[in-house]
């Protein structure tokens, strides 16, 4: 495991995280000695690229914000262009926790991609009403295309293998919720194999949630919305010898 962690990139996006980008950064260099971890600043108007080099983490600052899929666009290129085989996903608001990075890495032996699942039987992490529902629609949809069981489907929590990095480096999506379900659909229909494993998700410890009530319906809407346009657009063909079968 010491040589994978030697060869994974953590990317974290960042928008306004000040208050918490720094702590996680320590946590991360704390809990996995060895890893690289870059922190995208995307667009912020706070002193998050500040605080996070200052933590010791390498910073990409954007000039204006892109969203999480932008963000980790730039992650992905990053680590193509820099020889990381394994990227992971870790949210710079301290709700994922980095010593199930572990876990999620060991899972990238038989996959190319892993999902960290909230709804997996660790934890008490509950959604409900509208975003809920979504969650559980996407959950059946994909599962579907990626042959498997998954249940957090939008769940930023993940890790991506040498397959899915080069692909993700010239594909992935930045649209609203591109970066979690579009981007799914993506390394399904390019033969990718799709894996979860349950994590416990902790509360935020800085910043402003993304979601809350209110956005709840639209969320509904808008999942679809991406869910639909994600199974419209080309299927991407891996180069030769990449594919999986």
């Not at 010791?56 to 193509?80: D, E, I, P, Q, S």
């Not at 229909?189 to 994590?199: E, K, L, M, S």
């Not at 956005?215 to 809407?221: N, Q």
Request: aromatic share 6%; proline share 4%.
């Amino acid at each position: 495991m010491q040589s994978r962690l030697l060869s994974t990139l953590i990317v974290m996006p960042a928008w306004n995280e000040e208050e918490s980008v720094a702590d996680v950064v320590a946590e991360v260099f704390r809990s996995l000695p060895g890893v690289h971890c870059l922190v995208v600043d995307d667009g912020s108007t706070d002193r998050t690229a500040v605080v996070a080099r200052a933590a010791g983490a390498t910073v990409a600052t954007l000039a204006v914000n892109l969203g999480v899929g932008g963000a980790m666009r730039v992650g992905f290129r990053y680590a193509l262009e820099n020889g990381f085989d394994y990227v992971v996903q870790v949210d710079s608001d301290g709700q994922h926790d980095p010593q199930s990075v572990i876990s999620l890495l060991q899972a990238l032996d038989d996959a190319d991609v892993v999902l960290g699942a909230r709804f997996a039987g660790a934890g008490s992490y509950r959604v409900t009403g509208p975003r809920r529902w979504a969650m559980v629609a996407l959950a059946g949809v994909i599962s579907r295309l990626a042959h498997t069981t998954l249940t957090d489907t939008t769940s930023g929590f993940r890790a991506s293998g040498p397959r899915a990095v080069r692909l993700f480096a010239a594909h992935y999506p930045a649209e609203y919720l591109g970066d979690t379900i579009e981007s799914l659909v993506i390394a399904a229909r390019a033969g990718c194999v799709i894996r979860q494993v349950p994590v416990v998700m902790r509360e935020r410890s800085g910043g402003v949630p993304s979601h809350d009530p209110v956005k709840a319906a639209i969320y509904l809407g808008r999942a679809g919305m991406a869910l639909l346009l994600a199974l419209m657009r080309p299927r991407i063909v891996l180069a030769r010898g990449e594919a999986t079968s």
